[in-house]
């Protein structure tokens, strides 16, 4: 902070002259003008016989903090009870991470929740011997690191899947550079021992060698054997990955307001905005007014993953959320709030400073330029934003765009979810010098508007040979601008 000698003088009651001559004394020429700096203004201040504190101005986001704080004070009963485990799957593609999802998610229904329809929300809960353990739905490392750039870790164990008639692979040794990064425990499943020529020991020792030893070998690394085909050996994966999670006293408090983190959200065509919140501590009910990243609101309603209304979610819980004034992005941190005015205008300050910053930020514009300006480089790093009509699409393409490997070029999905391109598609895609793909989708008005204004790269698709037709061009230099 600086100040000028005038409201130096003026702010100690002492006159213009006195300041300027102290200052004098000390070496320093100034004008009654000139700026003068915290440190000087200090020594000047305490040679006049003053003392001097420096106040910065409480911001409206640490008033918020503060009044919250007080109000868990009031509510939380102080109770630490145990939580769920939240697992995230990688792996390298092919493997079977998919597969493994979709069979816990069939043989570990929830008691008292059956019937409903499955709900892809980007996170499920299953019950295995009377407890729950929930699951993040979006497989691979890609979602775990730009949640993790943002800040926010919310995976307790990472189940690294490793095909047994496969071994290790490129993207195993990712996935696990990526869990170790993070600090989180990792749990192998040998995945396909249905397999002929499956060989878990091949496994093992591959992976002893980037120092994950079996615990069976005298490591600490749980290795699972399990087909996620048949169904052999899933029991035992829930077991361990519940040993585990009490190994690591795994507690919060339901009694507090919630807080959470965004896994996913989109701009629902009927429902409005429509987010997936993991609830990562206190219990976030219905009528709850939140503060998630830029934006607030109360919630109307909330779902779980087979489509039930929730009249709760409890830490560890994921829930679909309905009711927000916009949508937020994945990786924002969910908060309970009781002053909606103060939160309101804490969402306006940060809305701005995110414009701000998207401003001043040198992104390169468009497909092209990404490759341009890789040119140099040596290697090539496409980021893309999917979007697409059907989750079932998104997982073709990512399939499809993972077989591509040009020599040195890697292609990262950094973001795919369903429906209308929405405006924070775009700004994810300016924070992370993505382009965005729509595949049988279009931009909502105020994305096409952010997207003309920051120069993202929006192309539209609705063959999947095209698209891939293009990325491939991409990749290898060639892609002529769209006009
Ligand atoms: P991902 O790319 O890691 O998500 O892999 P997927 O889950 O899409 O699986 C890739 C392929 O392997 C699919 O055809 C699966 O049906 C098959 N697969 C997955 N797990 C098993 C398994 O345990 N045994 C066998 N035989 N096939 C499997």
Known sequence: PTMTVKELADSLGASAADVIRTL?????????????????????????????RLVVPQTDEEKLLAELEEEQKRVSKGVLQPRPPVITVMGHVDHGKTKLLDTIRKTNVVAGEAGGITQHIGAYQVEYQGRKITFLDTPGHEAFTAMRARGAQVTDIVVLVVAADDGVRPQTLEALAHARAANVPIVVAINKIDREGANPDRVKQQLSEQGLVPDDWGGD????????????????????????????????????????????????????????VLVQNGTLKPRDFVLVGSVTGRIRVMFDDKGQKLRKAEPSTPARIIGLEGVPEAGDKLLVVTDEKLAKQVALQRAKAAQAAALVSNRPASLEELFKNASDSKEKELNIILKADVQ????????????????????????????????????????SNAIIIGFNVRPDPAARKTAEAEKIDIRYYNVIYNLLDDVKAALAGLLEPES
């Open 24 to 52: 004098m004394q000390n070496g320093i020429m100034a004008t009654i003008n000139q700026q003068i700096d915290y440190d000087t203004a200090e020594i000047i201040a305490s040679e006049l016989g003053y003392e001097t």
């Open 221 to 276: 690394t749980p290795f699972i054997p399990v087909s996620a085909l048949t169904g052999e050996g899933i029991q035992d994966l829930l077991s361990i990955l519940l040993l585990v999670a009490d190994m690591r006293e795994l507690k919060a408090d339901p009694t507090r307001l919630a807080e959470g983190t965004i896994i996913e959200a989109h701009l629902d065509p009927n429902q409005g905005p429509t987010a997936t």
């Open 392 to 431: 079932g699409s998104i997982g073709a393409i990512q399939h499809a765009l993972s077989q591509i490997q040009e020599e040195g070029a890697k292609i990262s999905i950094i973001y795919s979810g369903t429906g209308t391109i929405s405006e924070s598609d775009v700004k994810l895609a300016a924070a």
